[in-house]
């Protein structure tokens, strides 16, 4: 039998920001308009957040070394097509299946984790990212009340 492993809600402490983002912009231009506005850095990693085998999600990261912060922005939602072997009419047919990184907030398209000492800094950052072009919506998540809280863990 395998160990099992606990992640204790002092885990997501007040460390940790999570912003909500509504947008229909691409990631990278979401990103490219993100660094405009905020005057950040933020870039894409090597390596992607593996949810399983074959469902991956885009990781872009930026260290502010001078506020002392560490943010990332991870889409929520990734689009995989996938082959069905049917056998009839039609043969293989094509099929596109959607996968989020918190599945009980699928109306969000993006979301920005801020590690931070200060929680001051949310207010500002909401009313920024609303000055971003194509940014529709952007509010916190409470992580109290979500059941894929390990998700978050990148």
Sequence with gaps: MAPSHK??????????????????????????????????????????????ENVSFPVFEWKDLINDRY?????????????IKDGGLFGEEPSISTFYVVPEH????????????DNDLENQLIKTLFKVPKILTAYTLDTTKMKHKNNLIF
């Design 7 to 52: 992640i204790s809600d002092d885990f997501y402490g007040e460390l940790y920001t999570y912003i909500a983002l509504r947008s229909n912009l691409e990631d990278h231009a979401l990103v490219f308009a993100i660094n405009r506005f905020l005057k950040s850095n933020f870039k894409r990693t090597r390596k992607d957040l593996e949810l399983s």
């Design 71 to 83: 943010w990332t922005l991870i889409p929520n939602k990734c689009h995989k097509m996938e082959l």
């Design 106 to 117: 699928r109306e969000v398209d993006y979301i920005l984790k801020l590690e931070q000492e």
